[in-house]
């Protein structure tokens, strides 16, 4: 069996923990259960962050409106550049040109 050094696995391990670190969720304050998000919207809801180790409170929010407005915030919009100033086509009637009524030789 191949075993990795323990410095490699240790790495690896550091290195998963910091991506998941900062990672929010939002927690509804209900009795029983958790449950799905959609089962009581107007539940208020308890901000949560992972440290690496346990999730830390950082706050509280009024619904589940409010709760994915702060974990999911809109992304920013990618300005579309200028049309391209595209060649006009030449004369003549090419193999996939359309021909218009008033072009059409009688």
Known sequence: MNEEPLEE??????????????????????????????????APRVIQEWDGAHWVTVGVVDDLNAAKALLYPPQPVEERPATWDRPALGKGRGRHRRTAPADEDR
């Open 9 to 42: 696995w240790a790495r690896r391990r550091e290195e998963r923990r910091a991506q998941t670190k900062g990672k929010l969720r939002a927690v509804p304050l209900t009795s029983g259960p958790h449950r799905g998000a959609h089962v009581e919207p107007d």
